[in-house]
Nanobody
Framework: VQLQASGGGLVQTGGSLRLSCVASGRTFSTWEMGWFRQAPGKERERVVRVTWTGGNTYYAEFTSSVKGRFTISRDNTKNTVYLQMNSLKPEDTAVYYC???????????????WGQGTLVTVSS
């Protein structure tokens, strides 16, 4: 089972990036997915947690600093979750990770699988 995060890069303030998290080895359609980030010298923080409740209906909980700027979506045919990041700010600079949690783990605040991380750099 693997999660592969990609899509990071260098962008100017106000720009956009779309991160992708491709899952292989199993289907994560019923799992909680999360995007995390870790900036240099800072602790890792969760950017968003999302649970799909049926079809394309989902419940997403974004950290306050990205609300209104970041959105999430998925493509089941590609077993991929996307994090669309708009109006990027220098403080969004970090390595971004995707993660997946079973219902059991999610209830404990734990994630079972992690991607390798993709670097997002926002220049001022």
């Amino acid at each position: 089972v693997q999660l592969q995060a990609s899509g990071g890069g260098l962008v100017q303030t106000g720009g956009s990036l779309r991160l992708s998290c491709v899952a292989s080895g199993r289907t994560f359609s019923t799992w909680e997915m999360g995007w995390f980030r870790q900036a240099p010298g800072k602790e890792r923080e969760r950017v968003v947690r999302v649970t799909w409740t049926g079809g394309n209906t989902y419940y997403a909980e974004f950290t306050s600093s990205v609300k209104g700027r970041f959105t999430i979506s998925r493509d089941n045919t590609k077993n991929t979750v996307y994090l669309q990041m708009n109006s990027l700010k220098p403080e969004d600079t970090a390595v971004y990770y995707c993660a997946a949690a079973s219902a059991t783990s999610a209830g404990r605040g734990l994630y079972d699988f992690w991607g390798q991380g993709t670097l997002v750099t926002v220049s001022s």
